[in-house]
């Protein structure tokens, strides 16, 4: 269904040539980064202003129009498609960094705001903020699809780094959770409920982030190993000795090889691990060397690690063009990317049989992951001109998911439930997933946030 | 209205013994730490499995009445008062640690297993337990409440300590939230909005935790101030210095001069910190060493610190015993303790003014409180005999509550809401303390989980 005139006219009442109905425009943002069959919106709004926002909302609400937030559109699940049209609210304009609290270590940020851009911001305050993805998405993104990445394992994922939120509820109200207090116990974790709910409960329009201090120092390493056990019991032993890894991060022989080839380095092809230390000097240098006994115990090649910032930059460029180089990979492929976390206890297990399962596919999928959390990834290449490839993909994917179940994780450690992962939602939750439902229909009993995603459908 | 005789017929049917309505029973279950009126259930029910507490609350839910979860009965806020009358479930009975899984550092746990016990029963492991609010709650209360105490700046609050829980919702239904994945994208963080319910959505019966590793090495130490600002700069800048501290506690110079007198010690009368540090022999070695040159710094006193386990215990001793020190203080007393928490650069005002108003108060008020968090407590001594000394407190605390909210904080850092800090709830959340109406409305329709807590009052 169209969105009617008169909403078209009330919203441009609102917020005048920023609502926008341009073919580009709502192609732009009608396509996700994977595979997904584009959806475009009807029209897209520009907000500036919280009380905007709520403006918009209103207008749809009072029409039964869906509302749709979008980010940077770096999402891998499709979480902002317009599956059933409506307007989707871009928060571009809503880019500013409001205030920074140096003593707190906290800052409060519009939802448009990149973490690149933000921690740009930061520079000079000698804080950070930590939570890196890999793509330089927006923070109300983020906090939208409880994003996390390579430092996880030390600072936590979104949920543990946004202490409160502004939200525009399904009716227009705007709310607040959270304080600038660090800790409260006081009612219902509403932050936690909007973080991850990917837009299905309202739309984030300011954010409450902790910050962390610029380590003193920082050593970072890599090393090989000739099995996937070995590095995970690597490190399990590590975590199990509380020496605090700042990232650590496993590729695998396939990955290897595609960065070799990419950028010219010259890994064995073999699983490695490459880890990062925070600290003091000496803290960093020791934690380096106790990890480097850990890793000849479960007998890893030599453990080089640095100090030195270029050494440090190149090994962590070269994790970050991972996905480009593994992409390289195949000649004009294009990747569906698995995301499976499991307890990790069974973190070998499950590395291992998906390694044999794409080895014994039609497709290529070098895997790497963040090893500390149970969290990987498998980039299965397909020829996007050949429809063979993509339901090959599919299956595989399915049945990592299938793994990550029988093993005890999750369906998604880090990229979100989207169109993707809808349909394992009731195998991950069972009677969970109705009580989310209920939620949601107490606070959008119109379905209009982001209709069709997260909660049972129809 | 009491409990209708089919209700308790139905329930002997499943508990046999196990349903007590002894008066000694109703009355000790009647009652709270503090000075709230006694408000006894109709019946205790003891229940030894999941499927019992299911059964008790169906058949609550088909009558309509009450039903209230206890623990440890520790809880400062009055939290498990039958304001309503109804049934108590007691998790007593359901005291098994259930899993405990050493390579994945987690455990899973009944909801009657108090902190103590499963540290008890972790010790051969290796591994921990982190989170310490003092008391010997239970972990299913501690999840309900959301505790917190000494070790949340370096180890989080119980909100960042719960990896899943199994809970039975209002209408009888089992569902599971959460896995032992670290952590997962997959939906509304249904564990998160568990914990700090205090048991108004659903009684906990299962839950599942983070464990740590017992540190290598621990030093901790304590220092004086000659007032309280320095004290809290110390603290900021060993945060932004990323010096991890375990524990960083505040008590100030009436809090010392208690200890001394209870205890013989020779503190100063004077704030003092008390420090604690886990890591590396070198490590904890170098953040001592570093804290104390920030202390100096900030024109400290002396910063004596010990590696040794029985210097380091009776530092602690001490500290967990500041409690009774304080109620010592003054004969016959009891206590009325306030619980605010305000972001860190606000500290020290809130602290200074909250002394000056006690300073100038008919009742004493030693203060005490987790510095690195911004979360302070004062013990404000009541003579129970005179009713005027309870409403000296309740004003005292009341203008603390107002000062939590003037500087950006919160009416509660980790005690809850319970009956005590209902009445702040509108103003500490405006328009989203209706969202958590919502919410309770949504899965407990009839307002028989906890009733009387927590969301506004019908």
Redesign the interface.
């Known amino acids: 269904m169209p969105v009617p005139a008169e909403v078209l006219t009330a919203l441009e009442k609102i917020l005048g040539d920023r609502l926008s109905r341009s073919k580009s425009d709502l192609d732009l943002h009608g396509r996700s980064e994977t595979y997904f069959p584009p959806a475009p919106p009807d029209a897209v709004a520009y907000p500036e202003t919280t009380e905007e926002v709520a403006g918009i909302v209103r207008v749809c609400a009072a029409h039964g129009c869906p509302v749709v937030g979008w980010g940077a559109g770096t999402s891998l699940e499709g979480h902002a498609l317009a599956v059933r049209g409506g307007v989707c609210v871009d928060f571009a304009r809503m880019n500013r960094v409001l205030a920074v609290?140096?003593?707190?270590?906290?800052v409060v940020v519009q939802p448009g705001v990149t973490r690149e851009a933000l921690n740009r911001e930061l520079r000079a305050t000698?804080?950070f903020f930590p939570v890196d993805p890999g793509a330089n998405a927006s923070l109300g993104g983020m906090a939208s699809?409880?994003?996390?990445g390579t430092t996880?394992v030390r600072y936590?994922?979104m949920?543990?780094n946004v202490l409160g939120l502004e939200v525009v509820?399904a009716d227009g109200?705007?709310?607040?959770?959270g304080?600038?207090?660090?800790?409260?116990?006081?009612?219902?974790?509403?932050t936690?409920?909007f973080?991850?709910?990917e837009g299905t409960?309202g739309l984030i329009t300011e954010l409450t982030l902790k910050l962390?201090?610029q380590?003193?120092a920082i050593s970072a390493g890599v090393c090989a190993f000739d099995a996937i056990g070995p590095a995970v019991e690597t490190v399990?032993q590590t975590?199990?000795?509380?020496?605090?890894m700042a990232r650590i991060e496993f590729v695998d022989a396939a990955t290897a090889a595609a960065v070799n080839a990419y950028s010219g380095a010259s890994f064995p092809e073999k699983p490695h691990l490459m880890v990062e230390f925070?600290?003091?000097p000496?803290?960093v240098a020791?934690q380096a060397e106790?990890f480097g006994e850990i890793v000849a115990d479960n007998g890893g090649g030599r453990f080089e690690w640095s100090a030195r910032a270029e050494e440090r930059t190149a090994l962590w460029t070269m994790r970050h063009n991972a996905y480009y180089a593994c992409l390289a990979a195949r000649k004009g492929a294009t990747a569906l990317v698995t995301?499976m976390?499991?307890?990790?206890?069974k973190l070998a297990e499950a590395v291992e049989e998906t390694r044999a399962d794409i080895a014994a596919a039609t497709i290529p999928g070098p895997i790497l992951g963040h090893v500390?959390?149970?969290?990987f990834h498998a980039i299965l290449l397909v020829d996007p001109q050949n429809p063979m490839d993509l339901a090959e993909a599919k299956r595989l994917s399915h049945r990592m998911v299938d793994r990550?179940l029988r093993l005890?994780?999750?369906?998604?450690?880090?990229?979100?439930?989207g169109m993707g992962?809808l349909g394992?939602?009731a195998r991950?939750?069972?009677?969970?997933?109705d009580?989310?439902g209920?939620?949601k229909?107490?606070?959008d009993p119109q379905d209009l946030m982001n209709p069709g995603k997260?909660v049972r459908q129809g």
């Open positions: 609290h140096p003593e707190d270590m906290d000698g804080l699809t409880r994003a996390s996880a936590g994922t949920r543990d509820l109200r705007v709310i607040r959770t304080t600038r207090a660090r800790k409260s116990a006081a009612g219902y974790d509403l936690g409920l973080v991850g709910a409960l962390q201090g380590p003193e399990i975590i199990q000795l509380g020496i605090p925070h600290g003091s000496t803290g020791e106790t995301d976390c499991v307890p990790i206890s500390g959390d149970g969290n990550a005890g994780g999750t369906v998604t450690g880090e990229h979100g439930i992962k394992y939602m991950e939750h069972g009677d969970a997933w009580v989310m209920e939620i229909r107490a606070l997260l």
